[in-house]
């Protein structure tokens, strides 16, 4: 098996899962489009004239400056689609030449990832499922296709229907944006999460009509789910969130410690299902997907993060056996993979371990070090 990782320098799930596969004796290459082409070259080759006895169409060459290692596109029998960041222009550039060479390598990205798209191999997740995947309201509508719930959802940017819809729901309402964001300001972090709306936030008609986002009723929680599907395989985790003294109302916007409570979950068999049909309308082999679960019992679909993050479940809770079971299933190239839920031969705290022995405990450390069997090409 050779694998190519499409991420970034500081993605530790692609570096986790690299490491198992690596141990398996699989070839494992990175592809990082975050430092692309600012950090380093990439140049496609393709030999061959149609037609011509012995000649080979199909033999396309990938080289990356970084790392000076060449490999054969026809040997790559798996892409994982971890993270994939458009490039920047660089700021040395003339301002007038920096639009023209921003498109031309976003284009070469697109068109890499399109050559690769055009022979048969293993994808997770295959290009157009998850371009079609990243958009909320297709979601929202097959979710409903396939037999789950979904709150209430207005989608808009006239400030009429929102406040209308706001007072529909006795002003208990909150936004979600179409795709999330987090920025750098006054040597800050932020990131956009699930808030709660009031009438005074509503004020404002260019804040709301110049930024379309998701609103829906502030749902009553008794806990969330985590629920992570890889081929035909489900596992759920419960997010005790409201236990929490922290952001009841987006679990994300708090700290990923034992302190909040995580644990396996047994779904029922009709959620299960629909997860499954869900992820096959769309076209997908792995997502990860979010449900409120309400006093009354009634499992409300939030959404499928089609490259959600899964790792830091099992860094909570070692009973979610996450890592071993992604190995798994890249190993097994197969859409309808179904986990043997053995021991786990990979723990992502064995990997962390690891990494201690070495001196890598910092995400970014190992681009100082040499790396085997790496080569560098992120949502």
Known sequence: MTILIVSDPWDIHARAVAWALESEGETVHFWYTHDFPQKHGVSLRVDGRGGEAGADPANVSMHCARHHRDFAVRDIDTVWLRRWYLPQASPDLHPADVRFAQTEANEFIRATVGLLDESPRFWINPVAAKARADRKAAQLKIAVDVGLTTPSTLISNDPTAIRAFFHEHDGKLIYKPMTGASWVSDEKSLATYTSAISEELLANDASLSNAPGIYQP??????????TVMGRTVIAAQIKSQNSSGYLIDWRANDFSEAMGYERYPLPEAIERGCLALLERLGLVFGCIDFV???????????????????????????????????????????????????????????????????????????????????????
Do not use: I
Not at 218 to 227: F, N
Not at 346 to 362: A, F, H, L
Not at 367 to 372: D, E, N, R
């Open 218 to 227: 502030l749902l009553d929680k008794s806990y969330e789910l985590r629920v």
């Open 293 to 379: 679960v309400t006093p009354q019992g009634e499992y409300m679909f939030l959404e499928v993060n089609e490259m959600g993050q899964f790792l830091w479940l099992e860094g909570v809770n070692p009973e979610l056996p996450l890592l071993d079971c992604f190995v798994r299933f890249a190993q097994s190239r197969d859409p309808n993979f179904v986990y043997d839920w053995r021991t786990p031969l990979y723990r992502y705290r064995e990997y962390w371990d690891s990494m201690k022995e070495r001196g890598d405990v910092d995400p970014a450390a190992h681009l100082h070090l040499p790396l085997p069997r790496t080569f560098e090409m992120r949502e």
